[in-house]
């Protein structure tokens, strides 16, 4: 007997920072003014996405002392925007990082609240610590949390985040013209937690939301991160969108739910995916390397260069060979606000390996670069495209992908035109929204309410 069919969850992400929009297309749009938000949100509900995801940045990026301004500086803030595209969307899911490092329960859970009133059930929040002293500096907090404190603050303050959501105790509120009054008596409860990192008590202004408590999403890819998502998420932002690495990490997130007296079905794992679509195989492969090229000039070469290196490296050739000095271990200085920094923990053994690959294959810093930091998931025609997303999904490499388009905003339009109706055609994706939630969109159930759990 076969098993039936996986039906793949699709989310587009707004593109813009890490070198992903090609600037200099001139398709390419604002990432300020609130069109391209709408343009983009408006194609993904025309493609029946599952919603749409916005990150965050709470300090500019700074290189060698400098703004990095080589890709985006500044974004608006994500509740705002997410607010208005509300208002011009109406069954598409909205989901928002926010921080839960520089920020506080109370604030933090009344505008999801909001936001989920707002949309009538479309609201989601992506769980993130902040790894680095620096942004700190903006919250008078440089240095404020040990990195080995940022989950166990995450975790107290989604609980928290819970516990506020949860103290309205009935599901209906029902307003009486005559008084006025739109509390039901009794509706209301108290909140009061006592913990290690919050210290918190008095009554929630919010009341109880249409999803019962918005959408939770993680994006952490540590052990810690893994088991704060199997034990907390409704879903996962992943960054495993490879065949097979994607598939290791699925099986390994998923066997950690059983312990947390969960169902694999009850955790969504959605990595962040690239794409590249041409009239043919060929020419969507010459597009991405056009792609590539205009994604890594020599100057973010160098810079991304430096972020191993941890020294300052103008005056280095892009087109030339890697350094033969080592780079500088210690305390890292050169790059700041950048969460990439985090992924080269031995600079010593990378700078090895990447001497060795650009030495096999002739490669200057740039090319280099352009290879080791490739994000293209998926390149090729539309058959292609949608043949080989769907058998990713249907081998447990991932519940689908959350899609980032490297043009800002029309750069979704000729995926939902041409790979959706193929994905359709095969019984993968669904022709039109059978729900009004994104708990709906996503097949996860509405949170009971008091029950700490969805409902089943």
């Avoid at 989901?95 to 839960?100: F, P, Q, R, V």
């Avoid at 008596?185 to 109880?208: L, T, Y």
Wanted: glycine content about 8%.
């Amino acid at each position: 007997m076969t098993a039936p069919r996986k039906e793949i969850h699709l989310a587009a992400h707004f593109p813009g920072v890490n070198n992903t929009t090609v600037w200099s297309d001139p398709a390419s749009g604002s990432h300020i003014e609130f069109e391209s938000f709408e343009h983009f949100a408006r194609t993904a509900e025309r493609g029946k996405f599952d919603f749409l995801f916005l990150a965050e940045g709470l300090r500019l990026r700074e290189q060698n002392g400098l703004i990095y301004d080589l890709d985006v500086v500044g974004r608006p803030d994500t509740f705002s925007i997410l607010a208005a595209l509300g208002a011009v969307t109406e069954r598409l899911g909205l989901t928002g990082t926010i921080n839960s490092t520089f920020n506080e329960p109370y604030e933090v859970a009344r505008q999801f609240a909001s936001l989920d009133h707002l949309t009538d059930g479309r609201a989601a929040w992506n769980v993130v610590t902040s790894w680095d002293e620096f942004t700190g500096e903006n919250f008078r907090r440089g240095g404020y949390l040990a990195s080995s404190q940022r989950y166990s603050r995450a975790k107290e303050f989604l609980d928290t985040a819970i516990e506020l959501w949860d103290s309205w105790r009935g599901d209906e509120i029902v307003a009486d013209k005559e008084s006025g009054r739109f509390l039901r008596d009794g509706a209301v409860g108290e909140f009061e937690h006592r913990g290690e990192q919050f210290d918190i008590e008095g009554r929630f202004s919010v009341p109880r939301s249409p999803q019962g408590r918005p959408v939770i999403f993680q994006a952490g890819d540590s052990e810690e991160g893994r088991e704060f998502a199997a034990a907390k998420a409704d879903a996962i932002f992943s960054r495993h969108s490879a065949y097979e690495e994607g598939r290791e990490f699925y099986r390994d997130v998923k066997s950690r739910l059983a312990r947390y007296g969960r169902r694999r079905e009850q955790l969504l794992i959605l990595p962040a995916a690239s794409f590249v679509l041409g009239d043919t195989d060929s020419e969507a492969a010459d597009l991405a390397h056009e792609v590539r090229l205009a994604q890594v000039s020599g100057a973010t070469a160098l810079r991304f260069l430096e972020q191993v290196w941890n020294r300052d490296l103008s005056d280095v050739d892009p087109d030339g060979p890697l350094p033969q000095f080592d780079p500088v271990v210690g305390e890292h200085t050169i790059a700041r606000g950048r969460a990439s920094v985090r992924s080269y923990r031995d600079p010593l053994q990378t700078a090895r390996e990447w001497r060795e690959r650009a030495e096999a294959n002739n490669w200057s810093i740039r090319e280099l670069i352009i290879e080791v930091t490739g994000r293209q998931a998926f390149v090729g025609s539309a058959q292609t495209i949608a043949e080989r997303l769907d058998d990713s999904v249907q081998n447990d490499v991932s519940d689908g992908f959350i899609l980032v388009p490297h043009i800002t905003p029309g750069g979704l339009d000729r995926f939902v035109d041409e790979v959706v109706p193929i994905l359709q055609e095969r019984g993968s994706f669904r022709a039109d929204y059978t729900g009004t939630t994104l708990r709906d969109h996503l097949g996860i159930d509405r949170v009971a309410q008091g029950s700490g759990r969805a409902a089943s």
